[in-house]
């Protein structure tokens, strides 16, 4: 299973907003419960969507400035990322498929 | 859209749920756990659950992936599937859900209970943007702010004094002029130099246009308005049993709670209740688990007294 690769502060321009694939951002802190169930569900997703779309997490304790900077004021969210620009978002703990249809919609 | 077999089928994998899937499991009956959302349920949001007998003070979701492991290693099996109705089909069940559907010789509904929404203006749209029903989530994300919790029970108390791990300062507003929380948790509210109290008051709306500035109150006794300036709303006000997918197949009380006797039986062969989905339930995570394995006690004496040994045990799918 692919793991998705960890995104900071540092390498977020580089990663997540020049990249040429949509990037699915998975914004998460230890200490979050809900996170923890969603990680293995964004692992299963980023086998499906191999090379289709880039999967990272961001640990919002670590780089407090880009979730400051997309106001995430609760975790887990994922954020879809398109051509630099956050397209898609989904809040909370949601069932497999409600994510797929962000990923299928950003990839249609 | 497969059709498998089991003797019990568990809806719902919170504490209810996880201990009638080890009893049932140990009895050796072919066993599915259907789970909606996340393994734990309501314990799973908890940060310490520090009243379950044995465990002087433990994660919540760490205590469910332990009642999980201990279950799977006797041999119960997990699925990820919203149930939306149970059907009655001669001496079986038949269970449908989102994904597969699930025939049983007994069922045992642990679904549980979700939280409440205030249900006013702003709470929908800030869900997220400062509108949370999760402080161990979000509130560090508030860090030297002042936040409001609203609610008067464990829950609130339990998350209120959370937020002040990282908030400057917690706002308690009650509609009632004392807390419903347990008195432990109400020596540790008022000794809390960060926590404060409204009393008597609801909340009518929460403003903000891309997050949460502010809510509008009102004071029940004075019946006066005024606005507090707050930056997150964490809301606790109780909870709604998720039964509706049995809505017309069961009795249930008002508040859509199923009724059931001492052997959490439902009053139809093989179909149980147990947890805060039953009728008159303490809510606590022991409570529940001994509904849980009652229950799994009750359908395992029903399955054995009224199908033939060589109908039991199955677990196949077609």
Redesign the interface.
């Known amino acids: 299973m692919s793991k998705p690769a960890d995104v900071t502060d540092a390498t977020f321009d580089t990663e997540v907003l020049k990249s040429d694939r949509p990037v699915l951002v998975d914004f998460w802190?230890p200490?979050?419960?809900?996170?923890?169930?969603v990680a293995p569900l964004v692992e299963e997703l980023a086998d499906e969507y191999d090379g289709k779309v880039k999967f990272l997490k961001l640990n919002?304790?670590e780089s407090v400035n880009t979730?400051a900077k997309y106001?995430?004021?609760?975790?887990?969210?994922l954020l879809m990322f398109k051509g630099g620009e956050a397209v898609d978002q989904v809040?909370?703990?949601r069932?497999?498929?409600d994510l797929k249809r962000v990923l299928d919609k950003a990839l249609a | 859209m497969a059709r498998q077999t089991y003797d019990i089928v568990i809806i719902g994998g919170g504490p209810a749920g996880l201990a009638a899937g080890l009893y049932a499991a140990r009895a050796r009956r072919g066993t599915v756990l259907l789970e909606?959302?996340?393994?734990?349920g309501q314990i799973?949001?908890t940060e310490l659950v520090e009243n379950y007998p044995g465990v002087p003070s433990v994660?919540?979701?760490d205590l469910a992936q332990t009642m999980l492991k201990q279950a799977e290693s006797c041999g119960l099996e997990t699925q990820?599937a919203?149930t939306t109705a149970v059907e009655q089909k001669g001496r079986l069940w038949l269970v449908r859900t989102?994904g597969d559907e699930y025939v049983a010789k007994a069922v045992i509904v642990t679904a549980g209970a979700d939280y409440n929404k205030l249900g006013v203006p702003g709470e929908e749209r800030l869900?997220?943007?400062?509108v949370?029903y999760?402080a161990?989530?979000?509130a560090?994300?508030?860090k030297g702010q002042h936040v409001a919790v609203v609610g008067g029970g464990d829950a609130a108390m339990d998350e209120g004094l959370f937020t002040t791990r990282h908030v400057d300062k917690a706002t308690v507003i009650h509609r009632r002029d004392r807390l419903r929380a347990s008195a432990i948790l109400q020596e540790r509210a008022f000794a809390n130099p960060k926590l404060e109290f409204v009393w008597n008051t609801v909340v009518t709306e929460i403003v903000g246009d891309?997050?949460v500035t502010g809510v509008r109150l009102h004071n029940l006794e004075t019946r006066e308005d005024s606005t507090m300036d707050v930056a997150?709303v964490f809301v606790f006000i109780g909870q709604h049993p998720n039964t509706d997918f049995l809505r017309g197949l069961v009795s249930m009380d008002e508040g859509g709670h199923i009724v059931v006797n001492e052997w959490m039986e439902t009053g139809l062969p093989g179909l149980y209740a147990a947890g805060d989905a039953r009728q008159n339930a303490a809510r606590q995570v022991v409570s529940s688990a001994g509904d849980g394995a009652t229950a799994a006690i009750a359908a395992e004496h029903y399955i054995g007294s009224n199908f033939a040994a060589e109908e039991l045990g199955l677990r196949s799918s077609s």
């Open positions: 802190a200490w979050c419960g809900p996170c923890r169930m919002t304790d979730a106001g995430i004021r609760s975790i887990p969210t809040i909370g703990f069932p497999k498929g | 909606k959302g996340v393994i734990g799973s949001l994660n919540g979701f990820f919203e989102t869900t997220g943007r400062g949370s999760c161990t989530c979000d560090a994300f508030f891309e997050a997150a």
